[in-house]
């Protein structure tokens, strides 16, 4: 499992590094990466390319995405 915490960085840059580390994972892997705030922009990218997700906020500023590479 692959975990990145990227509650510090403005966007666009989660959603790049979450794409980016998806790239280099097999699949079946497992990321797990921790936000500020709810990625409403991308979740659409994650079509086809993870075999499912969750979202869940866990505290006021922490979203945690868990993804399965697909």
């Given at each position: 499992m692959l975990k990145l915490d990227l509650r510090?960085?403005?966007?666009?840059?989660p959603m790049i590094a979450i794409?980016?580390?998806?790239e280099g994972m097999a699949p079946g892997a497992e990321l797990v990466a921790l936000l500020p705030r709810?990625?409403?922009y991308l979740l659409p990218h994650l079509e086809g390319k993870v075999s499912s997700y969750t979202l869940e906020e866990k505290e006021?500023?922490?979203w945690e995405l868990r993804l399965i590479k697909g």
């Open positions: 510090e960085m403005e966007p666009p840059q794409m980016s580390a998806l709810k990625p409403v006021e500023g922490c």
